[in-house]
C-alpha cells in the first residue's frame, strides 16, 4: 500500500518554473522499489503521462513535450520524488499527478496502481 501527497503547484508567469514534490508512504515494500511517474491532466483532456523515474537503475523518461524543460529525480531516503519544470508555457497548465508502481508499464496510466490527489499547476502567458 502507497499513499502520495503531491505539493508545490501554483500560478506562474510562462518562463517561469516550478518544483513539484511527491511525498510517499509506504507500508510492505519500500519506497525504493517503486517506479514513480508524473502524469498531467489539462481540463477537457485525458490525463497524460510526463515523466517517469526507474526503480532500479535511476533512469527516467519524458513525454517529448517536457524534454529538456522538466527533470524528474527522487529521494529515496526521503521517500520524495520530484517534478522540476521550467520554461513553462500556458500548455503546461494542469493538475500534476505523481502514481507509483511495481512492474507496471511505466508511461502509461494503466501502468500505476497508487496515484496522489494532484496539484494544480496554472501557467499564465
Known amino acids: 500500500q502507497v499513499q502520495l501527497v503531491e505539493s508545490g503547484g501554483g500560478l506562474v508567469q510562462a518562463g517561469g518554473s516550478l518544483r513539484l514534490s511527491c511525498a510517499a508512504s509506504?507500508?510492505?515494500?519500500?519506497?525504493?522499489?517503486?517506479?514513480m511517474g508524473w502524469f498531467r491532466q489539462a481540463p477537457g483532456k485525458e490525463r497524460e503521462f510526463v515523466a517517469a523515474i526507474n526503480w532500479s537503475n535511476g533512469l527516467a523518461n519524458y513525454a517529448d513535450s517536457v524534454k529538456g524543460r522538466f527533470s524528474i529525480s527522487r529521494d529515496n531516503a526521503k521517500n520524495t520524488v520530484y517534478l522540476q519544470t521550467s520554461d513553462l508555457i500556458p500548455e503546461d497548465t494542469a493538475v500534476y499527478y505523481c502514481?507509483?508502481?511495481?512492474?507496471?508499464?511505466?508511461?502509461?496510466?494503466?501502468?500505476?496502481?497508487?496515484w496522489g490527489q494532484g496539484t494544480q499547476v496554472t501557467v499564465s502567458s
Open positions: 509506504t507500508s510492505g515494500r519500500t519506497f525504493s522499489r517503486y517506479t
Open positions: 502514481a507509483a508502481t511495481i512492474g507496471g508499464a511505466a508511461t502509461t496510466n494503466s501502468g500505476y496502481g497508487y
